[in-house]
């Protein structure tokens, strides 16, 4: 585990390095600070049924800047290795293969999560200036954040797997994007086709993470979107795992 966790402060480290990591950081928190604010003054024009907490989870501003993340997170994770050959170096330490995965894996999930932290601020901000709390409990806090680290684990690798199948960083972003508005707007035909059956309707409800998210906010966990969203990352890191082999052996 120690060289685990080597290589996993080594791709936290190199996040750092890089300036496309502040500049994500300063584009997350313009867009998340714009949508507090949207959401708060339009609380204060009028009468609502649900919390700032709610609202800033579930807005179009939240979901716009949600999904683009994920490719600039992801897109440099393999590529830019397999572009510089600093790959090879590492191929060849004694480290396996499964450790270099995962750590650049868990690596994007640290800085995932770090991104997250501001908005726990915003709340307290809320909360002191509002005398208020911003949600109606505290099970609405960790069902939102516990979906958004469901979500973003499964994204990530997403981002993994696009990224080790190509050397180009910009390429890896768009394949990886591609994928995820895929995946993201087939949650939302539900809303969209009218005319499919309640079978249909309830499975493709099954895959939509606005309606996953709306459920978690309000503090219901559900634990098949748990059950979900965990299986499928394992299931894509395990292709990623497989196609970082492919490419050592062709190196």
Known sequence: MRKFFTLLMREVRSYFYS??????????????????????????????????QEAF???VFFWFAFV?????????????????GTIEPLTTAPVRDWQV????????????????????????????????????????YFGSYLMLLLLGMFYLSIGCLTSVLTRNQ??????????ITLLFFLGLVQFILLDVSSTTRDLLGYF??????????????DTRPIV???????????????AFQSRKWRL
């Open 170 to 179: 910009i390429i890896a972003a768009i394949i990886s994007f591609c994928a």
């Open 57 to 59: 989870f579930n807005s």
């Open 68 to 84: 683009l993340i994920f490719p600039l997170i992801t897109m440099r994770l393999f590529a830019e290795e397999f572009k510089l």
């Open 19 to 52: 300036p496309i990591a502040y500049v994500v950081m300063i584009f997350f928190l313009i867009i998340s600070g714009i949508d507090f604010y949207f959401q708060v003054s339009f609380m204060n024009q009028r009468q609502v049924q649900y919390t700032i």
């Open 228 to 242: 979900l969203y965990v299986s499928m990352t394992i299931v894509v890191l395990m292709l990623t795992y497989q």
């Open 101 to 140: 995965v995962l750590s650049k894996f868990f690596g994007s999930v640290v800085f995932y999560v770090i991104l997250w932290i501001p908005t726990v601020v915003y709340f307290w901000i809320f909360a002191r200036i509002a005398n208020q709390p911003a949600a109606h409990s505290s099970g609405a």
């Open 208 to 221: 939509s993470a606005i309606e996953h998210m709306g459920t978690f906010s309000r503090g219901i966990i």
